[in-house]
């Protein structure tokens, strides 16, 4: 019995992945949950994990090649276990061959205009943040169609001409070429508010007796098990958000895709932007779980390590500027997502409890949302029902 190793998708944009490297060769015996290969995309370098045990028959995708999602890129089968005969790479469809010496070329060909260039919404999309001609672009996908790989060759290509980065001596205010993880933001974000009207509404949450719980919770569990503040916010929204499915939902083409599971986005700052690993199943999971799962995730982000599993299905993302002092921010909803909370710092303030001025410690919370899914009112109900959580977490505590 024989077992495939897909190119998984890691994102609702992602059309194609390219195989960064095999860290497994032909014939070699690996175990289920083993890492065997590493996919590059804009934003990380993803671990792809084996499904099962037994042996990497063959190797159909090479390291370098960039392929459609679901292309089959491996074969993992039982020892002694014949296969049928495979192409050493996957099949691709030629270009046409030019025409014959003397031959004018169709109109059309001659002069293609960009509306009719067939290419996929990732690429068009790339060259049109590139200020590249897609008409320009000889496509390798099938049919000619123009992919990813074919912008991104084409942006590498550009004449020298292109403004330096200040790190390479350019003068100071010269515009810097940006990286891929960050135009791939701005893509994302720009697609965001150009086409989910967003609204914000805003709750400040005393965080008192959140404070003492974490405190008492740390003074005893182990170093992997300790909670922390995002961990609260996680377990409490994810709880909330049972309570609010059209919050936990997406817009597509005129109806409400209400998700069955709540996966978390976790926005972790990299040194080229953000990235938001998610945790899944989050309101199934007990606090302890969620700090390690959370911790877990957080540093094979920073490492570059993440797994296939960790992008791409997020439901709801949380994104926490806290530990920079901030008070309060807004953010942008991470498409098809239908809203995102954002979290400020705990300070400590003066408030007015029965006529007497006392000191506690607050935590403004932000969230955006798509007014196609959801309105105002459940929004405001929504942030209630989590400032509820978080004033009495000994709710949190249950499983």
Do not use: C
């Not at 995730?297 to 791409?312: I, T």
């Amino acid at each position: 019995m024989a077992t495939n190793v897909i190119m998984p998708s890691l994102g609702f944009d992602m059309t194609e992945g390219k195989l960064a490297r095999w860290l497994k060769t032909e014939g070699e015996r690996i175990e289920k949950g083993q890492t065997i290969a590493e996919i590059e995309t804009e934003k990380a370098t993803v671990e792809i994990e084996a499904a099962v045990s037994g042996i990497l028959a063959k190797i159909i995708v090479t390291a370098g090649q960039t392929v459609p999602i679901g292309t089959v890129i491996g074969i993992i089968a039982e020892a002694g276990a014949k296969l049928a005969e495979m192409p050493a790479t996957p099949a691709r469809p030629s270009p046409p061959p030019p025409p014959p010496a003397g031959e004018a070329k169709p109109a059309e060909a001659a002069a293609p205009s960009e509306a009719r260039v067939k290419a996929s919404p990732l690429a068009r999309k790339m060259a049109e943040d590139a200020g590249i001609d897609l008409a320009r672009i000889k496509g390798t996908g099938p049919d000619g169609r123009v992919m990813e790989r074919d912008v991104q060759a084409a942006i590498e290509a550009k004449p020298a001409s292109t403004p330096p980065s200040p790190a390479a001596g350019a003068p100071p205010g010269a515009p810097a070429p940006l990286s891929r993880m960050r135009r791939a933001i701005a893509r994302r974000m720009t697609e965001s508010k150009a086409t989910a009207p967003h609204f914000y509404v805003t709750v400040e949450i005393n965080m008192d007796e959140a404070m003492k719980m974490r405190e008492q919770v740390n003074r005893i569990a182990p170093d992997a098990e300790r909670i922390s503040i995002n961990d609260l916010i996680v377990a409490a929204s994810a709880r909330t958000l049972t309570r609010f499915p059209d919050l936990n939902a997406s817009y597509r083409d005129g109806s409400l895709d209400r998700h069955g599971q709540i996966n978390i986005g976790i926005a972790v700052a990299l040194e080229d932007g953000l990235i938001s690993p998610v945790l899944h199943d989050a309101d199934r999971k007990s606090l302890r779980t969620i700090a390690a799962e959370s911790r877990a995730l957080s540093d094979r982000a920073r490492a570059n390590k993440l797994r296939s599993g960790d992008l791409g299905s997020g439901t709801f993302t949380i994104s926490n500027l806290g530990m920079f002092d901030v008070d309060e921010f807004i953010a942008i909803i991470n498409p098809p997502e239908a809203a995102i909370l954002a979290v400020g710092a705990v300070t400590r303030r003066p408030i007015a409890v029965e006529h007497e001025i006392r000191i506690a410690s607050l935590m403004k919370a932000t969230l955006s949302v798509d007014h196609r899914v959801a309105d105002g009112a459940q929004a405001g109900r929504f942030l209630q029902e989590l400032k509820k959580l978080l004033e009495n977490p000994v709710n949190l505590l249950t499983d």
